[in-house]
């Protein structure tokens, strides 16, 4: 898991299906940052939802479940098709499939890179943007009790409807862009910025995305999807400091980046059409 709008997506949408407890919600948040607030943007979000408005909700991480479930609203019956009422974004410039179109929703999830959609069956809905702040308005990784993750509620017109990759697709994508990416650069000479080896760089990148938890109904492939996005995405943050040696630096620079340049796209593909199928998973079981 790579950020608090996955976590939030795959952990709610499992107890919404009855797949998990509120606790393993609340620990799953717990990762991200030791405080949690919830505040409705505007007063259509708080009439949907039951938050104060304007003022924020200290509460915490369970008034947040409460939101979500006060949005979903009751799921169809057991003889309809039962489906995942919280569906997760990752927007970028460029690319802002599932955004409502010219909503501060929209803008806000666009720069936060991340979002969360509920949809109601009715089709209602709202949209939740994460922001990490700091006590001291800094970041600091020595002080992570420091942090509070803010999660802002928006009320929309209604629910986008997602449009995922499939699995098997976003999979293949992955290992031909990543075969593509070592034979280009197989043959350059890099070194690394700094004086730490790339491969433990590579690894301490992976570990710390292993603390975040996925629910136990996770499709086998989904998180054989998920794991190798994680690998290339630690590979492609590292290779952000790698430079070329030799007379040819410029024009191996350019090469570089036109390889590793295109994989961001492809994980960031692959993991939203891996977290779209744990999503419809939990309401399979």
Request: aromatic share 4%.
């Amino acid at each position: 898991m790579w950020c608090p709008s996955v976590s939030l997506s795959v952990w709610t949408n499992a107890w919404l299906a009855g797949q998990a407890a509120p606790d393993d919600v609340l620990d799953a948040l717990s990762a991200w940052a030791p405080a949690h607030s919830v505040t409705a943007y505007d007063a259509v979000a708080a009439g949907k939802t039951g938050l104060p408005w304007p003022d924020m909700d200290r509460a915490g991480a369970m008034s947040l479940l409460q939101t979500v479930r006060s949005a979903a609203g009751p799921r169809p019956p057991h003889g309809w098709p039962r489906r995942a009422a919280v569906n997760l974004l990752l927007p970028i410039p460029g690319d802002v499939r599932g955004l409502p179109a010219g909503t501060q929703f929209a803008r806000d999830a666009l720069a936060a890179g991340e979002a969360v959609l509920v949809g109601a069956a009715d089709g209602e809905a709202i949209g939740v943007v994460p922001e990490v702040l700091w006590e001291d308005g800094e970041e600091s990784a020595d002080q992570p009790e420091s942090a509070t993750l803010i999660w802002s509620v928006y009320s929309l017109p209604a629910a986008p409807v997602p449009d995922p990759m499939d699995l098997g697709e976003a999979e293949y994508a992955l290992r031909s862009a990543v075969r593509t990416a070592a034979e280009t650069l197989a043959g350059l000479d890099l070194s690394v910025t700094g004086e730490q080896d790339p491969r433990a760089l590579v690894e301490e990148i992976i570990e710390a995305g292993e603390l975040h938890r996925i629910p136990d109904h996770a499709p086998d492939r989904a998180l054989r999807v998920l794991t190798t996005a994680a690998q290339v995405d630690a590979i492609v943050m590292v290779s952000s400091g790698m430079s070329p040696i030799g007379v040819r630096s410029a024009s191996e620079a350019r090469i570089t980046d036109e390889a590793i340049r295109p994989l961001s796209a492809v994980v960031r593909a692959a993991r939203s059409a891996a977290v779209s199928a744990i999503l419809e998973s939990a309401w399979r079981h």
